[in-house]
C-alpha cells in the first residue's frame, strides 16, 4: 500500500525514480488551505446530494477544521510518500476521521477539478495583495510627484536632451501603467472567479451534485459552462503571469532612470541609505540594487510567462500532467513580486531629487529648438521653414558653444530676419514648459490637474 490515490489496479507501487520525478508536494503544499476548503464544500455538496447524512457531514467538517489547524501549525506535513497535496490530505483526513468516514469524500471529484479550481483560489488571494503593494507604490509616485510641483528635468527621447518637462510629469509617467495594472488585476480577477469543481477528471458528475453549491461556498461565480474546459485550460494562470511580467516590466522601466539619475554623471536623486547598498571593497560605493533587482527580476517574470506558455502550447484536450508545470513559474512571479514590491515602494518613497541640478541641465543640448520653431509659426512662418530656421540657429550656437538664448539681436537677425529678439521670450524653461497647455502636457497647471486624476484613480482600488 504506498497510499496513493490510484493503487487498485496496480500490481507494484511506484517505483522510487517515479515518485521522486512525480512529487509536487514540494511546492504545491501552499495551496493546503485552499485544497480544505474546497474539501468542505465539496463535502457540503455531498450532503446535499444525499452522499452524506448530517453526522456525517458534520464529522467531515470537523475532520477537515482538525487537519486544517495541524497544516496551520505544521502537525501535519506531507510525507515523502504523498504525490501531491490532494494525496496527503486525503492521507491525512483519513487519519482524523477513519477509512469509514474520510474514504467517502472524494466521490464525485478529481484531482484535475481540484487543482483547476485551487490555483485560482490562490491567484485571486495574491492578486488582491499584489494589488494593494501596486497601489502603495502608485501611491509614492503620486506623492513624490506632488511634493515637487515646480521641478523641471531634462525631458528625453532616445535617451538625448529633447524639451524640457516637469519632473512631477515624468514621475506620473509611471504612475499610470500601474493604474492599468491595477486595472488588469481586477478584469482578471472577474475572469477568474469561475469553479471548475464538479467538472471530476473532465466529462463532469454523474452523482447530481451541484457545482453552483462548491463554487458558492468557495466565494467563486458559476461553475464554468464546460467541464473539459473548466479542467484543462490554463490561460487564467498565463494571464496572471502576464500581468505579473507587466509590473516588473512597469518596475523595471523605472528602475533604469534611477539607476541612471543616481549616477555621478546625471546626479538627480540620492538614495536613502536604507535603501541602498554598499560595496565590500570600495567605501564610496551607495548602489541602486533594489532598482537593479526589480530590473533583474523583471527578466525572471518574463521568463515565468514564457515557460508556461511554451507548456500549454500544443496540450490535448483534457487533462495531461504537463498541466504540473504551471504552479512554480506563477507562484514564483507571486513570491517575487511580493517581496520586491514593499522594498521597490520604499526606495521610491525616499528618493531625494536635486532639482538644482535638474533644472541647469534643462536647458542644455539645445532643447528649446522646438519652442523657437513653434514661435516662428506663432508669427506666421511656416512649420517647415520654421524647423530650418530653428536648426540653423542650432548650427551657429553649437559651432560656438553657446546656448540657444545667447546670440546677440544681431546674430540672430543674421541667421534669419524672423528671429526677431522677442524670440527670447521662449528661451526660458519655465516659459517652454508653462506654454505645453495641451491636453495631457507639461505645463504647471496641466499636471496638477493630472495629479488631481492621478489620485482619484488611485482612490477607485
Ligand atoms: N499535481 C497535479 C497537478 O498539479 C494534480 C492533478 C493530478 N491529476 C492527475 N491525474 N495526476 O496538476
Known sequence: ESGALWGGRFASGPSPELQLLSKSTQFDWVLAH???????????????????????????????????????????????????????????????????????????????????????LYLLDHAAVIGGLLLDLAEAIRAQAAAHPTAILPGRTHLQHAQPVLLAHQLAAHAWPLIRDLERLRDWSARARRS????????????????????????????????IDGTAARDVVAEFAYIAAQVGIDLSRLSEEIILWN????????????????????????????????????????????????????????????????????????????????AFTGMVATLSFDTDRMAALAPQGFSL?????????????????????????????????????????AELASVSPHLAPAVREVLTIEGSVNSRTGAGGTAAVRVAEQLALLAARIAEF
Not at 450532503?47 to 482538525?66: C, I, K, P, R
Not at 502537525?75 to 476521521?97: K, M, P, Q, W
Not at 506663432?378 to 553649437?398: P, T
Open 263 to 342: 549616477t555621478k554623471e546625471f546626479g538627480f536623486v540620492r538614495l536613502h541609505d536604507g535603501y541602498s547598498t554598499g560595496s565590500s571593497i570600495m567605501p564610496q560605493k551607495k548602489n541602486p540594487d533594489i532598482a537593479e533587482l526589480a530590473r533583474g527580476k523583471s527578466g525572471r517574470l518574463i521568463g515565468n510567462l514564457t515557460g508556461l506558455l511554451a507548456t500549454l502550447k500544443g496540450l490535448p484536450l483534457a487533462y495531461n500532467r504537463d498541466l504540473q508545470e504551471d504552479k512554480e513559474p506563477v507562484f514564483d512571479s507571486v513570491q517575487q513580486l511580493e517581496v520586491l514590491l514593499p
Open 196 to 227: 471548475p469543481y464538479g467538472g471530476g477528471a473532465l466529462a463532469g458528475s454523474s452523482l447530481g451534485l451541484d457545482p453552483r453549491l462548491v463554487a458558492a461556498e468557495l466565494g467563486l461565480g458559476d461553475p464554468l459552462d464546460n467541464s
Open 34 to 120: 485552499y485544497d480544505i476548503r474546497g474539501s468542505k464544500a465539496h463535502a457540503a455538496a455531498l450532503a446535499a446530494g444525499g452522499y452524506l447524512d448530517d453526522d456525517e457531514l458534520a464529522g467531515m467538517h470537523a475532520a477537515l477544521d482538525e487537519l486544517d489547524a495541524r497544516v496551520a501549525d505544521g502537525r501535519f506535513v506531507a510525507a515523502d510518500e504523498d504525490e501531491d497535496v490532494h494525496s496527503a490530505l486525503e492521507r491525512g483526513l483519513i487519519e482524523i476521521a477513519g477509512p469509514a468516514l474520510g474514504g467517502k469524500l472524494r466521490a464525485g471529484r478529481s484531482r484535475n477539478d481540484q487543482i483547476a479550481t485551487l490555483v485560482r
Open 369 to 409: 529648438a522646438t519652442d523657437v520653431a513653434e514661435w516662428l509659426v506663432k508669427q506666421g512662418v511656416a512649420f517647415r521653414d520654421a524647423h530650418e530656421i530653428s536648426g540653423e540657429l542650432v548650427r551657429f550656437c553649437e559651432e560656438r558653444g553657446i546656448e540657444l538664448h545667447e546670440p546677440s539681436d
